[in-house]
C-alpha cells in the first residue's frame, strides 16, 4: 500500500506563490505516478502579505498544521517594506527554525558536468559538498533582542553569539551520520570539515573541542578543520576538496550564498533546515521582490528542496521510491542546465517560470 504522507505548504510572498504552483504540480505528478506513497499539501497562511493584511505573521492555525504535518515546504518570506513595529523584517520560517528547533540547515552545492558556474573547473572535476549550518544559535541568538543603541549606551549596539553543548552534540552527530550516510553511496569520500575561527574566539574553540569529540566516535571518517576566512577562498579555488561542512549560524549564512554563487546562483540553490522531528524544506533565495509577478522567477531551487524533501521522507519512512524521484527530479534540472533548454533569465535564459517548470516535468516522464 502505498505510504501517504502530508506536507503542509506556505507559499509566502514576492515571487513565492509563482514559485510554489509549478512545484507542487511536478511533486503531485511524481506522487500520482507512484504506487510507493502518497503525497497531499494543505497550502497555509503566513508572511508579509499576511501580516500586512491582518496583523499576524504566522497563524497558530498555520504553525498547528505545520506541527502535523510529515514535512514543511517553504518558498520564500518577507517583503523589504513590510516590517514590524521595532523596524524587522516578518520571517517566520526563522521562528519555525527556532520554534521547531531546526538545528541542522542542509545546503547542497552541486556542479556537474556542464553546469553553469562562474568558476573555470579543470578538466573532468565536479563539485558536490554539503554546507551545514546551525540554525538556531550562534550570532542570530539575538536576533530580535540585541542591543540597540540607547540600550547599553547611545554610542553603541551589542549582540550575542551563543554556542551550546546540546546543540553542537546534535549538530555534529547529524553533519558525521550525512557524511556516512554520503560515503555508503560511494558519492564521496566521507570527510567532515569544521569551519570556525577557533583562533580567535573562544566560542568557537569550545564549538571546535565539541566537533573533536564527535569526530572521536567516528574513526572511520575523516575530520578536518578550517577557518572561515580561509574556506571562502578554498570554495572559489578548490570547491572539490569539500565533501560535508560544518559551521555556525552567520558563518553558514554567508557561506551558503556563496556556495549559491558557485552554482549558477541563487535561482540553482536548494536547502532544508532539520530537527530531530521536523524539517522545513526551501530555496536558499528571498522573496525576491524585484522580479515578482512577472513570470521570471526560476522555479529550481524550489523544485530541488522539493527533492530534498522527498529524500527526507523517503530516508525516514524507508520508501526507497521517494529517493529514486529525487534524483531522477535533480537528473531533469541537470539536463535542462547541461543542454541550456528552459532556462529563466538568471540563468541567461528567456524561459517562464511555468516553462522551465513545466520543462522538468516533461524530462521526468520522458525518461520514466
Ligand atoms: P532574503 O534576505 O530574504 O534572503 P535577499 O534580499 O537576500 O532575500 P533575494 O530575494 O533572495 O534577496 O533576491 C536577491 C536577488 O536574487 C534579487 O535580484 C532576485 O531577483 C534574485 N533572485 C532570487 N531568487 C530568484 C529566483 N528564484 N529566480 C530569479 N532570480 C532570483
Do not use: C, I, N
Given at each position: 500500500m502505498a505510504k501517504a504522507l502530508s506536507v503542509a505548504v506556505f507559499d509566502g510572498d514576492g515571487i513565492g506563490p509563482e514559485i510554489t504552483a509549478p512545484t507542487l504540480d511536478v511533486l503531485r505528478q511524481l506522487s500520482n505516478a507512484s504506487s510507493h506513497y502518497d503525497l497531499s499539501f494543505e497550502v497555509l497562511p503566513a508572511g508579509a502579505t499576511h501580516y500586512a493584511r491582518t496583523g499576524t505573521a504566522?497563524?497558530?492555525?498555520?504553525?498547528a498544521a505545520a506541527d502535523k504535518a510529515d514535512a514543511v515546504l517553504l518558498s520564500a518570506m518577507g517583503m523589504p517594506n513590510v516590517r514590524y513595529p521595532d523596524g524587522t523584517e516578518i520571517s517566520p520560517q526563522i521562528d519555525l527554525r527556532m520554534i521547531f528547533n531546526l538545528f541542522a540547515g542542509v545546503r547542497p552545492v552541486r556542479i556537474g558536468e556542464g553546469g553553469l558556474t562562474p568558476l573555470k573547473l579543470p578538466p573532468g572535476k565536479t563539485v558536490?559538498?554539503?554546507?551545514i549550518r546551525e540554525s538556531t544559535e550562534g550570532l542570530f541568538h539575538s536576533r530580535a533582542s540585541g542591543k540597540a543603541p540607547g540600550?547599553?549606551?547611545?554610542?553603541?549596539?551589542?549582540?550575542t553569539l551563543l554556542i551550546t553543548r546540546d546543540v553542537c552534540e546534535k549538530l555534529f552527530a547529524f553533519a558525521f551520520k550525512l557524511a556516512g550516510d554520503r560515503k555508503k553511496t560511494g558519492r564521496s569520500p566521507g570527510k567532515v570539515t569544521c569551519v570556525d575561527k577557533a583562533n580567535v574566539f573562544r566560542s568557537f574553540a569550545f564549538f571546535r573541542e565539541l566537533f573533536d569529540a564527535e569526530a572521536a566516535r567516528h574513526p572511520?571518517?575523516?575530520?578536518?578543520?578550517?577557518?572561515?576566512?580561509?574556506?571562502?577562498?578554498?570554495?572559489?579555488?578548490?570547491?572539490?576538496?569539500?565533501d560535508v561542512m560544518v559551521t555556525e549560524n552567520m558563518f553558514g549564512d554567508i557561506l551558503s550564498d556563496l556556495g549559491a554563487?558557485?552554482?549558477?546562483?541563487?535561482g540553482m540553490a536548494p536547502s532544508a533546515d532539520i530537527g530531530l522531528d521536523h524539517a522545513v524544506f526551501q530555496p536558499c533565495h528571498g522573496s525576491a521582490p524585484d522580479i515578482a509577478g512577472q513570470g521570471k522567477a526560476n522555479p529550481f531551487a524550489m523544485i530541488l528542496s522539493g527533492a530534498m524533501m522527498l529524500d527526507w521522507l523517503g530516508l525516514k519512512h524507508g520508501v526507497s521510491?521517494?529517493?529514486?524521484d529525487a534524483e531522477r527530479l535533480r537528473l531533469a534540472i541537470d539536463d535542462l542546465v547541461a543542454t541550456q533548454r528552459s532556462l529563466t533569465p538568471d540563468l541567461g535564459g528567456t524561459a517562464t517560470t511555468h516553462d522551465a517548470a513545466q520543462a522538468v516535468a516533461d524530462n521526468l516522464f520522458a525518461t520514466a
Open positions: 504566522l497563524p497558530d492555525a498555520s504553525l558536490d559538498f554539503v554546507l540600550t547599553v549606551s547611545d554610542d553603541e549596539a551589542r549582540e572511520d571518517l575523516e575530520a578536518d578543520h578550517a577557518y572561515v576566512d580561509a574556506v571562502a577562498l578554498w570554495m572559489v579555488q578548490k570547491p572539490w576538496v569539500y554563487g558557485l552554482m549558477g546562483g541563487l521510491a521517494m529517493t529514486d
